[in-house]
Antibody
Framework: QVQLVQSAAEVKKPGASVSISCKTSGYTFTSHYIHWVRQAPGEGLEWMGT????????SYAQKFQGRATMTRDTSTSTVYMELTSLRSEDTAVYYCARRVGAFDIWGQGTMVSVSS | IQLTQSPSSLSASVGDRVTITCRASQGITSYLAWYQQKPGKVPKLLIY???TLQSGVPSRFSGSGSGTDFTLTISSLQPEDFATYYC?????????FGQGTRLEIK
């Protein structure tokens, strides 16, 4: 079955960087864009950006331009999202999601806590 | 594109018919989806393309609308439907979500 499995929770200090992986399986990796969405505690859903696994092209929300980088490894069907210069406001659950029509399959989420 | 959901919260009883609306700040044709999220869980896709029911989603959920005004209707609330619902536009980047509608038990 189609699955997106994300890496484990992270605890980081302000100013550090975090990299989250999203390993896909059960479908052709290069056929569908992968998106990243985050959700701060008690808040709504916020779209961060997307990557085309086929060619690697990306599009980011303006808020994350220059701080987020999305890459992919076609040999392992895995997408990565790196977020730099972390601050406390980046404390959130980060999700990857596949777009087929809409976001039909989601990863289980990765909690990133930023605290000094 | 901003999405405004109404109401922000709603109390209803099992068996009630419930409607949530989502208004876009500009036209998005039918590029609208609805998600359900329960506390501590991953969002679940209910409706895409404004009115297409995602596979496996009960038929009591339905969506309608196009352009700027959309609705999600639950025809007869079940206990498992109490959750937060989000609309999402996929017409153009940046993709945006509504602020959410919290559906609570009366």
């Amino acid at each position: 079955q189609v699955q997106l499995v994300q890496s484990a929770a992270e605890v980081k200090k302000p100013g550090a960087s975090v990299s989250i992986s999203c390993k896909t399986s059960g479908y052709t990796f290069t056929s569908h864009y992968i998106h990243w969405v985050r959700q701060a505690p008690g808040e709504g859903l916020e779209w961060m950006g997307t990557i085309n696994p086929s060619g690697g092209s990306t599009s980011y929300a303006q808020k994350f331009q220059g701080r987020a980088t999305m890459t992919r490894d076609t040999s392992t069907s895995t997408v990565y999202m790196e977020l730099t210069s972390l601050r406390s406001e980046d404390t959130a659950v980060y999700y990857c999601a596949r777009r087929v029509g809409a976001f039909d399959i989601w990863g289980q989420g990765t909690m990133v806590s930023v605290s000094s | 594109i901003q999405l405004t959901q109404s109401p922000s919260s709603l109390s209803a009883s099992v068996g009630d018919r419930v409607t949530i609306t989502c208004r876009a700040s500009q036209g998005i044709t039918s590029y609208l989806a609805w998600y359900q999220q329960k506390p501590g869980k991953v969002p679940k896709l209910l409706i895409y393309a404004a009115s297409t029911l995602q596979s496996g989603v009960p038929s009591r959920f339905s969506g309608s609308g196009s352009g700027t005004d959309f609705t999600l209707t639950i025809s007869s609330l079940q206990p498992e439907d109490f959750a937060t619902y989000y609309c999402q536009q996929l017409n153009s980047y940046p993709i945006t979500f509504g602020q959410g509608t919290r559906l609570e038990i009366k």
